[in-house]
């Protein structure tokens, strides 16, 4: 079941900030926006930097990354990552 989850108040510092945390489980975010297809886990993402607002759409988490975490623990990682610099997930 993929998930779609939006995030405000997500400084540029924030979302390099999550960027990095991603890249150290093996997800590359390049750009403001773009595709996720990695490990098992694929998603398209959208950040704008004027809004500070990112959106994660069509969250899928699939083998090798399945036998790590779900979708549900990574969309709880990602919002952990998130309001740790400030950023909410959008109601």
Same mark, same amino acid.
């Given at each position: 079941?993929?998930? #779609?989850?939006? @995030?405000?108040?997500?400084?540029?510092?924030? @979302?390099?900030?999550? =960027?990095?945390?991603?890249?150290?489980? !093996?997800?590359?975010? #390049? !750009?403001?926006? !773009?595709?996720?297809?990695?490990?098992?886990?694929?998603?398209?993402?959208?950040?704008?930097?004027?809004? #500070?607002?990112?959106?994660?759409?069509?969250?899928?988490?699939? @083998?090798?990354?399945?036998?790590?975490?779900?979708?549900?623990?990574?969309?709880? =990682?990602?919002?952990?990552?998130?309001?740790? @610099?400030? !950023? =909410?997930?959008?109601?």
């Amino acid at each position: 079941m993929s998930r #779609q989850v939006h @995030f405000t108040s997500v400084s540029p510092e924030a @979302f390099n900030q999550l =960027r990095d945390k991603l890249k150290q489980l !093996g997800l590359t975010l #390049q !750009g403001n926006e !773009g595709t996720i297809s990695e490990k098992g886990v694929n998603a398209t993402y959208n950040y704008s930097p004027e809004q #500070q607002s990112l959106q994660i759409n069509d969250l899928n988490v699939g @083998f090798p990354a399945s036998m790590m975490v779900n979708t549900d623990s990574l969309v709880q =990682r990602m919002t952990q990552m998130v309001e740790e @610099f400030g !950023g =909410r997930t959008a109601s």
